[in-house]
């Protein structure tokens, strides 16, 4: 039962072709054995017990001349799996990589991928699909396969295209703004929009926020019902903006990218292709939908064949119409607008006065909206290629992108498409010559993620149960260069120690900077987003106690990482990216690299729009490809950490600082809520938080400790700390979801629906105070965050068990 486990070696390193499993011959060494069969038999014979230590010695000898000499891994894999059960990564690999990985061939490849449209459904896209898994193919990765799912995408009609028109008193056209059709591409639009057309006043707000409708309501007196409003693009808000717009009964929404954040006036107006600023033309397409159901017509399964499917008449879809403009057409409305002035805080970059409305200064002219926006069943595809792991094939380290784009999507995503391709190359060519990861890596390349992550979210749904129990980590390669500044991280706490050392290993790519001392990603990186943490978070103390026992090892390599008390800034997940479900519905670490700016308003203003193609990384954003590089060598260096090292490399202590510092702004939060009733209830529920997350605190310490005192012959229990660390964040996950969204499963990494400041939360504590705060209905808040806090303290208690000892 265990046979696979036991070396199959003599003293001189000759294959030993005559085993019996039943004797114990002197000579045949056994280190691994395990069961109750050779604890009789040790019994029997304590002095071949003895000889046993002996060669056990010179087993391990042998070990260690053994991993120096290459030639052996050639050696039939039936009779080498246990050597190598027990092996640790191969660090000379990380050198290869970093020396593998060619801008060229990523330039290249981004050419490949934006040159044409590739809106997910379109045959483009399919042919790219197709491409990649010819590709992926030429690179050797096995088991290459292109999967399809049937699912609903929204398209705006070719043959009659969305208006933005102002009419004057007898309906014709006074004015008619241009959102035109791109050849081979869609028009601009926000899909899933409904269809309609309305006729009104216009009435300016900055954001289409709450504060701002009430503000309008309340103090301006304007009644909003049946009006059309017009608001800026808020990047990453356009989900709060619509559903705002709804509850106060608007007819029509239009969203333009205001200059002060797209293209600031100060800056002398120059626009693509001199800067990456957005030129007065340029329109962002979006899509409604950030909700992490993926296939609108499949939640929670497969849209698979055979899938049910809701009616699509069912859907509840926002009921608002909706459309986005250029802010040259912008210009044209706004500055039309009769009315008072807005406040001084809503004027945005436009060089006159912003008026609120309603209407316009001649009130004989109205604004006419029309969206043909159409529902549309398409097939749509994921490519899937693996790398088996040579010793634990069943743990999967994934690493993903996005495919599909509005239009040509040079940044986002085909920037990460080619990163990926590069990755997988230089993977599959280390595979030819000899070297295989320890666990299987999967490459993806997702399809329609732009809609709704709808790709990767499919495949989660339809290999969920397995993911559960065999996903290490999710890699995401996504909008991967906007800038040259630093890198930016989006990371699971799990992951942060894993994404320091990678960086750690990578070269600044800014030879000005090096030259000055700031030599790796990760020095700049902290450098250029640097926290200060705050060191009297609870468990410092208890590392600073236990220090002096661990000085190097793992475990003092892991409590020196969490008691740095400057490090650069990991931020918190969103749920614009294939991280998103792979965080909040099946709780797998995911991390999500990019290169960026460090002083943009919005990360890079020609984001899904027209302008959105090669030209901008050639001539503006990467000429020489070497940022792209930087990420791809440090994507890669993760993966072949994650992928090969004998322990997955989680540091348990950073999670227990996580939530610590979770709690520790729940406190600050709530004693601003001045309720009595939610003092006098919620008070104890944050001292029993504090104690669980105590005891996880300790019992992380504990873990990392037995691990570094594992016995490192023992392939089982290298097997079962592994299986420990990758159980984990699956504690955190509740088949009920959070209490305002059932497709957040995550209690902890989930984004939350309402954001407070920015702060770090628990995001289903986070949503209920958000509703506290803005004096929204109370006694539901106060029901569900009587419900949710006890099974917040339960997942928290289920994650200390799982990593606690085993028995
Ligand atoms: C698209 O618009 C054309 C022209 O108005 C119309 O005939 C057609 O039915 C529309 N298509 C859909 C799917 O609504
Ligand atoms: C509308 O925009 C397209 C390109 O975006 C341009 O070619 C066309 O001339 C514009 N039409 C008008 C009427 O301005
Ligand atoms: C505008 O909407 C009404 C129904 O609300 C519909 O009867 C009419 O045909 C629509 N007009 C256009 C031009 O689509
Ligand atoms: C607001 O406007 C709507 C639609 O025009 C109208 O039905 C409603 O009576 C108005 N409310 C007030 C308070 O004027
Ligand atoms: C304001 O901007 C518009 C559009 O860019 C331009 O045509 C106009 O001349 C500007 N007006 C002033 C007073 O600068
Ligand atoms: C429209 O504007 C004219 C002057 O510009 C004004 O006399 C008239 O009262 C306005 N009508 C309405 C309904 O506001
Ligand atoms: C970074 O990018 C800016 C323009 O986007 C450019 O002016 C600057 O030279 C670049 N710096 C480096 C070190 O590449
Ligand atoms: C630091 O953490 C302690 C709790 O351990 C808290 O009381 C204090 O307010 C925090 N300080 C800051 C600046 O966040
Ligand atoms: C992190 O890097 C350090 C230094 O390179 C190394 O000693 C340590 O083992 C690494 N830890 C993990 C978990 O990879
Ligand atoms: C909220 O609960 C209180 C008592 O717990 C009750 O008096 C009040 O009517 C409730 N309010 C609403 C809006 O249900």
């Known amino acids: 039962m265990a046979a696979q486990y036991r070396p199959y070696r003599d003293e001189d390193g000759i294959e030993n072709e005559q085993i019996d499993w039943g004797d114990q011959e002197a000579g045949t060494v056994q280190i691994y054995e395990k069961t109750s069969n050779s604890r009789i038999v040790s019994n029997r014979h304590l002095v071949i017990g003895g000889v ?75 042919e790219l699909a197709l491409y990649i898994k010819s590709l992926w193919e030429t690179q050797k990765l096995e088991n290459v396969k292109k999967v399809s799912y049937n699912v609903l995408l929204s398209f705006p009609n070719a ?43 216009m009435v300016y707000c900055q954001n289409c926020l709450e504060d701002d409708l009430r503000f309008l309501q309340e103090s301006k007196n304007i009644n909003l019902s049946e009006k059309i409003l017009i608001a800026q693009i808020k990047p990453g808000q356009l989900v709060d903006q619509v559903q705002t717009a709804e509850k106060y009964n608007i007819a029509g929404l239009i969203l333009y990218p205001d200059p002060k954040l797209y293209n600031p006036p100060l800056l002398g107006g120059k626009s693509y292709p001199d800067t990456l600023w957005l030129p007065a033309d340029g329109i962002p397409h979006f899509s409604l939908l950030q909700n992490g159901v993926g296939d609108l017509l499949t939640p929670g399964y497969p849209a698979s064949e055979t899938a049910y499917r809701i009616e699509q008449d069912q859907l509840k879809l926002p009921k608002i119409i909706i459309q986005t403009l250029s802010y040259g057409d912008a210009y044209h409305l706004i500055s039309s607008l009769a009315g008072e002035d807005a406040p001084e805080s809503w004027q945005g970059g436009f060089n006159f006065t912003y008026k609120l409305g309603p209407g316009f200064l001649n009130n004989k002219t109205k604004v006419y909206m029309e969206v043909n926006n159409q529902q549309v069943k398409k097939k749509i595809s994921n490519v899937l290629g693996y790398i088996t792991g040579k010793v634990e094939p069943d743990r999967y380290v994934i690493i993903g992108n996005q495919r599909d784009a509005w239009i040509r999507g040079a940044v986002g995503a085909s920037g990460g498409t080619a990163v990926l391709m590069e990755l997988s190359r230089v993977f599959g060519q280390l595979l030819q010559e000899g070297w295989r990861p320890r666990r299987t890596i999967i490459f993806c390349s997702w399809g329609a993620e732009e809609f709704n992550m709808i790709g990767s979210t499919e495949w989660i749904e339809e290999n969920l149960k397995i993911l559960h129990s065999r996903a290490v980590a999710y890699i995401n390669a996504g909008i991967v260069v906007t800038g040259n500044s630093s890198i930016s991280v989006m990371a699971s706490p799990l992951l942060y120690h894993a994404i320091y050392n990678s960086t750690k290993e990578v070269p600044n790519p800014n030879e000005e900077e090096k030259q000055i001392g700031i030599e790796t990603v990760y020095e700049n990186w902290k450098e250029t987003f640097p926290v200060s943490r705050n060191i009297s978070f609870p468990l410092y103390h208890l590392l600073f106690i236990q220090e002096q026992h661990s000085e190097l090892g793992l475990l003092g390599n892991y409590i020196s990482s969490a008691k740095l008390t400057v490090r650069p800034r990991v931020k918190n997940f969103d749920t614009k990216g294939g991280y998103s479900p792979f965080v909040t519905r099946a709780g797998i670490p995911a991390v999500d690299v990019s290169y ?26 990467d000429p020489t490809f070497k940022y792209h590089a930087t990420v791809t060598k440090v994507l890669g260096e993760l993966l072949r950490d994650l992928a090969d090292s004998l322990f997955i490399p989680f540091n348990l202590l950073e999670y227990a600082e996580f939530l610590s510092g979770c709690s520790i702004s729940l406190r600050k939060i709530s004693v601003n809520i001045e309720k009595k009733e939610f003092q006098q209830r ?126």
Do not use: W
């Open 682 to 807: 919620y008070v104890s529920y944050l001292d029993t938080l504090d104690t669980v997350i105590d005891e996880f605190g300790e019992a992380a310490y504990k873990f990392h400790n037995s691990q570094e005192h594992l016995d490192l012959s023992d392939p089982m229990a290298i097997r079962r700390i592994n299986d420990q660390l990758l159980l984990l964040e699956r504690a955190f996950l509740d088949s009920r979801g959070l209490p305002r969204n059932f497709f957040k499963k995550h209690l902890v990494l989930s984004p939350s629906e309402a954001e407070i400041h920015h702060e770090t939360l628990f995001p289903g504590l986070e949503d209920e105070l958000a509703e506290l705060i803005n004096n929204n209905d109370q006694n539901t808040s106060f029901s569900l965050l009587e419900q949710h806090f006890p099974i917040l303290i339960f997942a928290i208690q289920t994650a200390t068990t799982i990593i606690s000892a085993v028995v």
């Open 596 to 621: 960026v700016h460090d002083a943009m308003p919005v990360s890079y203003p020609l984001i899904h729009s027209k302008y959105d193609m090669l030209e901008v990384v050639e001539n503006i954003i």
């Open 52 to 126: 046993g230590v002996a060669l056990l010695g010179a087993l391990m000898g042998l070990l260690v001349g053994y991993f120096a000499h290459s030639e052996h891994i050639n050696c039939k894999p039936s009779l080498a799996v246990a050597l190598y059960s027990v092996k640790d990564e191969d660090p000379t690999i990380r050198s290869k990589i970093l020396d593998m990985v060619d801008p060229k061939n990523i330039k290249a490849n981004l050419r490949m991928f934006s040159d044409r449209p590739h809106v997910a459904g379109s045959e483009t896209d399919q």
């Open 159 to 201: 043959s009659s295209p969305n208006k933005v028109n102002v009419l004057n008193e007898d309906g014709s056209v006074l004015f008619s703004s241009n959102i035109s059709f791109e050849k081979h591409g869609v028009s601009p639009y926000v899909a899933y929009s409904p269809s309609g057309n309305v006729t009104g006043d």
